[in-house]
């Protein structure tokens, strides 16, 4: 056996050794030769069962067999603040640096579904991200940028079909081959009951939602991932990495259920979804829990689901810096923590990533501090060789270790949620919310303890600290310009069209009509989110939770 495994990487190595690749120098600073990947002098039938090759089931070496020295990751900045204008400011000026793939950020009220003009809203406007109530502020918010030769991310779940409607307006209005679009939506509505809140029908009307965006991306848009499975607001609620890990690949696999309970193959609807995955700060922990969540993936999906084409197996993923891990105080440090999680982000073999600028846990991120964490990424490509080869860690004692017992505990996990009747059953009766509470808890007890070190916290802190970073500060006036805006757009638009297209989408929501259609019919005639959100309350209700446990 040990032959013939040697047999198949050097069969590997002949094959992948002189793949395409950046033109780039792939020693090391010293001129050293860096192989592609590394493998064990010794191989016994264990090694290709449990790790494989890179680029080859079960990937947790990697889902491509030259990863990035044929193309780096997709540097991100989640970006959005104050005004559409303003933030189309950010947006040009991150293009301008270097960044290669937008991810918007949107206030409370557009994620909560409230236009802003509503008395939710009041105060609230542009303060966590940018304001979007109508397709007029998506125009302006992609004024002047090519969405076509960009990918664009969206972090919205409650409303999201809607945002998407109107980004998807936005492109047919400028002309442009909605069937190329790249991006992804996050639109990832079970995390949100179980960690994040931002809710608002319950459970199965809201994925019945979700699969009618999957059956329309299907056969419109190809290239658009139209869910990002989010396990980033789970671990930011304070669960642990194995609950991470467990909780967003069964998450996934609900998704799954519910596409091919349509009717759809799992060939088709596999390959749309991707992942996004917290990077915290126990560094080693994060990189073992990357390539444990690409084995879990590859293996049920071949083991359970059937699924037959090479893309349905691999697991792709965004990686975000840990903001949890972000402090007040001593904001530089933040730097330091954000360049180790970025860095675990890479070593774990991100498709995708966003640094944390140093100043977001007091403010959103200024201009130069955004700069600062796009740098760090750059830094991380272009400066530290750890791009010259496949999973660099691999072979580790302590990462394979890490790796084996996380996948384990996550199987673990997935028993109990199945015992209890499913990942829906389990959000109704509060089984993951008492989960993260109590890791939670016990994360800040040793913090409390000091078991757990801060640094600038409770330990190596500062008497009368005065915290000298510029912060950016949102104008009082976008309020005033927001809601002056929505007033011109009902004063401007045919009502009666949009009193006609909002009715069908209610009509739509008592059958089994798919209403991504009717919804971007509706973003055209320059419905509101509100409005919109409204004409769907009218038969699915909204959500209150109910925990049992």
């Not at 679009?181 to 639109?187: C, F, H, I, S, Y």
């Not at 966003?354 to 846990?361: G, Q, V």
């Not at 600038?456 to 927001?482: A, T, Y």
Request: glycine residues 6%; charged residues 25%; aromatic residues 10%.
């Amino acid at each position: 056996m040990a032959d013939k495994n040697k047999e198949i990487i050097k069969k590997w190595i002949k094959e992948f050794s002189n793949s395409p690749t950046r033109d780039y120098s792939f020693d090391t600073v010293s001129g050293e030769k860096v192989d592609l990947s590394y493998f064990p002098d010794e191989v016994d039938h264990k090694y290709l069962e449990d790790l494989g090759m890179p680029g080859e089931y079960p990937y947790t070496r990697s889902i491509h067999p030259n990863l990035y020295r044929g193309r780096l990751w997709t540097m991100r900045q989640f970006s959005g603040f104050g005004s559409p204008s303003e933030t189309n400011q950010r947006f040009k000026y991150l293009l301008s640096q270097g960044q290669n793939g937008l991810s918007v950020a949107f206030d409370m009220p557009t994620l909560m579904g409230y236009d802003c003009d509503h008395g939710l809203a009041k105060g609230e406007i542009g303060h966590c991200g940018v304001s979007i109530s109508s397709l007029r502020d998506m125009e302006i918010l992609f004024e002047d940028i090519d969405i076509s030769d960009i990918s664009v991310s969206m972090t919205i779940n409650g409303p999201a079909v809607i945002l998407f409607a109107f980004y998807v307006a936005v492109a047919q209005k400028r002309g442009f081959d909605v069937s190329k679009l790249r991006g992804t939506l996050q639109n990832d509505i079970l995390k949100e009951y179980i960690a994040q809140k931002e809710w608002i029908h319950p459970p199965e009307p809201s994925m019945r939602i979700i699969i009618d965006l999957f059956e329309y991306c299907n056969q419109s848009m190809p290239k658009y991932n139209p869910i990002s499975v989010s396990g980033y607001h789970i671990r930011e609620a304070g669960s642990t990495a194995a609950e991470e890990l467990a909780f967003t690949l069964k998450n996934g696999f609900t998704y799954l259920d519910y596409s091919i309970e349509r009717g759809m193959n799992v060939d088709e609807i596999a390959p749309k979804l991707s992942f996004f995955f917290n990077s915290h700060l126990d560094f080693f922990e994060e990189i073992a829990k990357y390539r444990a969540a690409r084995k879990i993936w590859a293996k049920e999906l071949k083991q359970k689901y059937g699924a037959k084409s090479e893309r349905s197996l691999k697991l792709r993923f965004h990686t975000q810096t840990a903001g949890f891990s972000l402090t007040a105080q001593q904001p530089e440090n933040n730097i330091a923590r954000t360049a180790i999680q970025a860095l675990a982000g890479v070593l774990g073999g991100t498709q995708s990533l966003h640094t944390n600028s140093m100043d977001e846990t007091l403010a959103l991120p200024s201009e130069k501090a955004a700069e600062i964490a796009l740098r760090t990424q750059q830094i991380i490509a272009y400066e530290t060789g750890v791009t010259n080869t496949v999973d660099p860690l691999g072979g580790s004692w302590f990462i394979e270790s890490l790796t084996k017992s996380l996948e384990d505990k996550a199987h673990k996990i997935f028993n109990e949620i199945d015992d209890l009747g499913g990942v829906v059953k389990c959000i109704e009766m509060g089984y993951f919310q008492k989960e993260i509470a109590n890791s939670s808890i016990d994360y800040q007890r040793k913090v409390e303890s000091k078991q757990r070190v801060i640094v600038g916290v409770n330990e190596f802190s500062k008497e009368n600290e005065e915290i000298d970073i510029p912060i950016l500060e949102i104008r009082k006036e976008v309020e005033k310009e927001q809601i002056e805006r929505i007033d011109s757009i009902r004063e401007d638009r045919d009502d009666l069209i949009v009193e006609q297209k909002l009715k069908a989408i209610t009509k739509a929501c008592e059958t089994k009509e798919n209403l991504i259609p009717l919804i971007v019919n509706a973003a055209q005639s320059y419905a509101t989110l509100g409005e919109i959100v409204d004409s769907m309350k009218e038969v699915f209700g909204e959500w209150n939770e109910n925990v049992t446990i």
